[in-house]
């Protein structure tokens, strides 16, 4: 039987992570967890509950790790809701990358996520800090990047095909935002960590993409 290893992949807003670790996930049956999806639960809560977006002590005194659950088949439950589809909003987008500064939220978030994984070996965890914060003994570390301007093009592309019509001005402007956010904040800046495979995707392939990381899984099986 071939061993089996922990991956953590790291990288900006849309650049094609969560894709990459369900095929990765599905390949090699592994359990996948999106560190992002947490932060968005807890924007919705926030949001939901007309929370002060800036107010990091109501964000985080309006959830307890308990709250959380991930079912076998990946659906996120929060206060025994499915909360799967709804953090995917775009208003949520932009709530998770405000409320992801704040250390108390990602301290939970962190210990949800490492409790959870512990049961787990075979686990794939993609975020901004997964690679030194999250999963700093994985075995392979991913660093994945695309430019702004291809990820927006993409994302374009993927929201019409979904039937929605949104503008690549609009979409590349939130996109530097969230990039801008997510790099220059204070805790766990997204960054390329010692040790993590640097990928720029911006002329490749989704099946180019999975290739060249299912490569590198493979050198350590
Ligand atoms: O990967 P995503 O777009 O679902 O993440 C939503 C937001 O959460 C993103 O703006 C950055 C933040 N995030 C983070 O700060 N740390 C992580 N490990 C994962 C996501």
């Known amino acids: 039987m071939k061993k089996r290893i922990n991956i953590a992949i790291d990288g900006p807003s849309g650049v094609g992570k969560t894709v990459m670790s369900t095929m990765l996930a599905k390949k090699l049956e592994y359990k996948f967890l999106s560190s992002g999806s947490f932060?968005?639960?807890?924007?919705?809560?926030?949001?939901?509950?007309?929370?002060?977006?800036?107010n990091e002590q109501a964000v985080n005194d309006a959830w307890h790790i308990e709250d959380?659950?991930?079912?076998?088949?990946?659906?996120?439950?929060?206060?025994?809701?499915?909360?799967?589809?709804?953090?995917?909003?775009?208003?949520?987008?932009?709530?998770?990358?405000?409320?992801?500064?704040?250390?108390?939220?990602?301290?939970?978030?962190?210990?949800?996520?490492?409790?959870?994984?512990a049961k787990y070996k075979g686990i794939i965890v993609d975020g901004r800090d997964a690679t030194y914060r999250i999963l700093p003994d994985a075995e392979v570390k991913f660093?994945?990047?695309?430019?702004?301007?291809?990820?927006?093009?993409?994302?374009?592309?993927?929201?019409?095909?979904m039937g929605i019509e949104s503008k690549y001005e609009d979409v590349l402007e939130s996109m530097k935002i969230r990039d801008y956010n997510d790099m220059n904040r204070a805790v766990d800046p997204l960054k390329v960590s010692e040790g993590s495979i640097e990928i720029d995707t911006s002329d490749m392939s989704i099946d180019e993409n999975f290739e060249a990381m299912y490569q590198e899984v493979l050198k350590r099986l």
């Open 143 to 161: 660093f994945l990047w695309a430019t702004p301007e291809v990820r927006a093009m993409r994302r374009v592309k993927q929201d019409h095909e």
């Open 39 to 54: 932060y968005r639960v807890i924007a919705y809560n926030a949001i939901l509950n007309n929370i002060d977006l800036e």
């Open 68 to 117: 959380l659950h991930v079912t076998e088949d990946d659906k996120i439950i929060f206060k025994n809701e499915d909360v799967t589809l709804k953090i995917r909003e775009d208003n949520i987008s932009r709530g998770a990358s405000s409320i992801a500064k704040f250390p108390s939220v990602r301290e939970k978030v962190n210990k949800f996520i490492q409790t959870f994984g």
